[in-house]
């Protein structure tokens, strides 16, 4: 089963933006791609959806290039409360069953 | 205010207790799913509904049941909790899975402890 890949951990000093990029090789073409936010102990939280170019919501962009193979989450100056793990989640070809990724985390420095 | 609730919060246990994880959510979604997660292995879906009377097996189905008799509610069941089973479950639902309305919706997760 096609699944996404993205890194398992990043560090990020305060302030600094901070880019995760995650692959989908095998996305299909009604494939949308969604990004989340999870906290240790809470449940996933959703930040942001893209089907191509470019999507800005008030936490975060996400930029999908033309190909649609990849895609980028974009946090403006990231605060300490932004650690967190952020996964990156298609339903290939519109798939019933959801599999998430490891997921990145994300660690803020002060 | 939209939300998915789940009971109870924190669960301790004893081997083949028969319980219950209940799940609610007030959005009027069709799409509802549980997953486990561990450390070290992510969130892995449990079982998932497409609506009412409609269930299927996520990646780890072994152990658990589920029923969806009607579209809000969409109970966990372990009929002979094992210790393998001490876990993290979400409860999460959407509007559907697929396309522009697939973002699923998180309960606050009921931490279980089968001893």
């Known amino acids: 089963l096609a699944k996404t890949t993205q890194p398992i951990s990043m560090d990020s000093y305060e302030g600094q933006e901070v880019n995760i990029t995650c692959s989908h090789n095998?996305?299909?073409?009604?494939?949308?791609i969604t990004w989340y936010q999870q906290f240790p102990s809470q449940g996933p939280r959703f930040i942001i959806q893209?089907?191509?170019t470019k999507v800005t919501n008030e936490v975060a962009s996400l930029f999908i290039p033309a190909d649609r193979k990849s895609s980028t989450l974009s946090l403006p100056r990231v605060s300490l409360s932004d650690t967190a793990v952020y996964y990156c989640?298609?339903?290939?070809?519109?798939?019933?069953?959801?599999?998430f990724g490891t997921g990145t985390k994300l660690q803020v420095i002060p | 205010e939209a939300q998915v609730t789940q009971n109870p919060r924190y669960l301790i246990t004893v081997t083949g207790k028969k319980l219950t994880v209940t799940c609610s959510q007030n959005?009027?979604?069709?799409?509802m799913s549980w997953y486990r997660q561990d450390p070290g292995l992510g969130l892995r879906q449990i079982y998932y509904?497409?609506?009412?009377?409609?269930?299927d097996k996520g990646d780890v189905p072994e152990g658990y049941k589920v029923s969806r008799k009607e579209k809000r509610n969409f109970p966990l069941i372990l009929e002979s909790p094992s210790p393998n089973q001490t876990s993290l479950y979400f409860c999460a639902s959407s509007l559907s899975i697929q396309g522009a309305h697939n973002e699923q919706f998180f309960g606050p997760g009921t931490r279980l402890t089968v001893l």
């Open positions: 095998n996305i299909a073409t009604n494939d949308y």
């Open positions: 959005m009027n979604h069709e799409y």
């Open positions: 989640l298609v339903n290939y070809g519109g798939y019933q069953k959801v599999t």
């Open positions: 893209g089907y191509k």
């Open positions: 509904s497409m609506n009412v009377e409609v269930t």
